[in-house]
């Protein structure tokens, strides 16, 4: 198969209180459906928490409208260690998330005046975005995006990509654009930009360039996560530092980004061979009580997290023991929506 990923299915967030910042996630992005909400063990990651053992409050949610998910991910037994810096843009890593709206300027308006949003600005697609600050600091990006699910009154879907950090610009697209096929080079720029302006750049110099995969006909949620936006971001007038420098996988930021997969022994297979092994891999399937499904993770070229996700159960309405179980599916295309919707039935209303 040549499509190996459908989609972004969610980005891991790790926080000090998990049901806090779900709340805000709930309110002012409409991520109110929790496809996981429980305890475990994260034993398959000791090579990126220190040797040790971690167990985690995590919670899954989407938005029905479409888009990527949060994985908002709490230590029980330890607290998450913020950056020792303030990181800038172009820094190695995941710096901000993007976030699928129907009508930039009308949500904008929306938003309460605040030091914690910018004004928006066209990117260099000449299309209107701009910068929002969650509860705990952590940037967003608010971006017009034309793949939806279902709209269903929020003018904000879920995730649809990521900016992040790279040192070397060749090298990460050969990693985004050629292992993972995200491969519409949108544009490539360099020099100074406004829309970077509230980010604190001091007019430094970037090379930026956003790759794009628009939704294809494969992958049972592809319909529901949408297309994807990855924006690599060098710093050209300094040199960057890894924003997880010296912390662990699960501490204060973004901790990974998680595609969907769609056949990961192929996935496995191409990213050997392209020189990217996986470093974590459940090899059969993981078990988290709500949801199943095999996981695995690779490093980009710099060393930040990206995960892998195939998709074996997940639950429609857990108190009745109904799960929607993909496992012994063969066949790739997508879902019908209406099963799809089912994954709604779980809505949180505040």
């Keep these: ?14 926080v000090p209180n998990a049901n806090e910042v779900w709340k805000w996630y709930r309110k002012t992005l409409g991520l109110n459906v929790p496809i996981f909400n429980d305890e475990a063990d994260a034993k398959l990651m000791t090579s990126y928490t220190s040797g040790e053992v971690r167990r985690r409050h995590a919670i899954m949610a989407l938005n029905m409208a479409g888009g990527g998910g949060v994985e908002i991910w709490q230590y029980k037994n330890r607290i998450p260690v913020e950056p020792s810096f303030v990181p800038e843009l172009g820094d190695l890593g ?89 491969d519409q080079i949108v544009y490539d720029k360099s020099g100074k930009f406004d829309d970077f302006d509230f980010v604190d750049t001091k007019q430094q110099k970037f090379r930026r360039v956003l790759l794009r995969k628009t939704l294809g006909e494969t992958g049972a949620f592809g319909k529901l996560l949408g297309g994807i936006e990855i924006e690599l971001v060098q710093a050209l007038d300094r040199s960057p530092r890894k924003i997880f420098e010296d912390r662990d996988w699960g501490d204060a930021g973004f901790i990974h980004l998680c595609f969907d997969a769609l056949d990961m022994n192929a996935l496995k297979t191409r990213c050997e061979a392209n020189g990217f092994p996986f470093t974590v891999d459940s090899a059969d399937s993981f078990d988290m009580g709500e949801a199943a499904g095999r996981f695995s993770y690779v490093e980009d070229p710099d060393g930040t997290l990206i995960e892998f996700v195939e998709t074996h159960r997940v639950p429609i309405l857990k108190k009745l023991g109904i799960y929607l179980n993909l496992k012994k599916r063969k066949k790739q295309t997508h879902l019908p929506d209406w099963m799809v919707a089912t994954l709604g039935w779980g809505k949180v209303k505040d």
């Design 94 to 182: 995941i710096f901000a998330i993007k976030i699928k709206c129907l009508d930039v300027p009308k949500f904008y308006a929306q938003l309460a005046d605040s030091e914690y949003k910018s004004s928006p600005e066209n990117s260099p697609e000449q299309r209107a975005n701009f910068w929002l600050k969650d509860c705990r600091g952590n940037l967003l990006q608010i971006v017009p995006n034309e793949s939806w699910f279902r709209p269903n009154g929020s003018l904000t879907g879920g995730v649809c990509g990521a900016v992040i950090g790279v040192s070397n610009m060749e090298k990460a697209i050969q990693f985004y654009a050629n292992t993972l096929q995200i």
């Design 1 to 14: 198969m040549n499509n190996l990923i459908s989609g972004i299915q969610q980005v891991g967030i790790g």
